[in-house]
Nanobody
Framework: QVQLVESGGGLVQAGGSLRLSCAAS????????MAWFRQAPGKEREFVSA???????YYADSVKGRFTISRDNAKNTVYLQMNSLKPEDTAVYYC?????????????????WGQGTQVTVSS
C-alpha cells in the first residue's frame, strides 16, 4: 500500500508561484506513473499533469507553459512547480499514483490518492 501526502499549498497573489510536494511512503514509487489533479468548489476533479517512470510528462492545456511536474525517486517525492498563477487555478490539489509505468489523464487510471492541499490565488 502506498500513502501519499501533499504539502506546499497556500494563499498567493495572481502572478505568483507555489511548489507543491507529494511525499510517498509504504513502497517506492519509482516505477509508478504519478499525477496531479485539482478540484475547484462546485466542479469535478480535473487532470492537471502527469509524469511516467521514464520522466515523460503531460499537461492539461490550461496549465501548459506555467506548471512543471517533476520527480525525485531518491526522495520518493513528486513535485508540481506552479508559476504565473491565476485566480482560476484556485482549487484543492491532489496527488495520485498508478501501478503502471505510463501515465493517464483519467481519475480511474490511478490507484492511490492523497488528501489534497488547498491552493488559493487572489486577484
Amino acid at each position: 500500500q502506498v500513502q501519499l501526502v501533499e504539502s506546499g499549498g497556500g494563499l498567493v497573489q495572481a502572478g505568483g508561484s507555489l511548489r507543491l510536494s507529494c511525499a510517498a511512503s509504504g513502497r517506492t514509487i519509482s516505477t509508478y506513473a504519478m499525477a496531479w489533479f485539482r478540484q475547484a468548489p462546485g466542479k469535478e476533479r480535473e487532470f492537471v499533469s502527469a509524469i511516467s517512470w521514464t520522466v515523460s510528462t503531460y499537461y492539461a492545456d490550461s496549465v501548459k507553459g506555467r506548471f512543471t511536474i517533476s520527480r525525485d525517486n531518491a526522495k520518493n517525492t513528486v513535485y508540481l512547480q506552479m508559476n504565473s498563477l491565476k485566480p482560476e487555478d484556485t482549487a484543492v490539489y491532489y496527488c495520485a499514483g498508478a501501478r503502471k509505468s505510463q501515465y493517464g489523464s483519467s481519475r480511474g487510471w490511478y490507484d492511490y490518492w492523497g488528501q489534497g492541499t488547498q491552493v488559493t490565488v487572489s486577484s
